[in-house]
């Protein structure tokens, strides 16, 4: 299945994702899965998400 999300920009560790209201689950799921089983590291890699309707707000 297609989300309907985007890589906006990348800013240091953060990245700026857009997407649909109705993907925004599924793409926090799914990043949050991608980015913690990127690469095997000795320590676990932890991510936090965010939704808002600007960066401001999702932090």
Wanted: aromatic share 4%; hydrophobic share 45%.
């Amino acid at each position: 299945e297609k989300l309907d999300a985007r890589i906006i920009l990348q800013v240091h560790d953060e990245l700026i994702i857009e997407a649909a209201e109705k993907d925004v689950e599924a793409a926090k799921i799914l990043l949050r899965q991608e980015m913690e089983n990127a690469v095997q590291l000795k320590v676990p890699l932890s991510v936090d998400c965010g939704v808002g309707v600007s960066w401001y707000d999702a932090k």
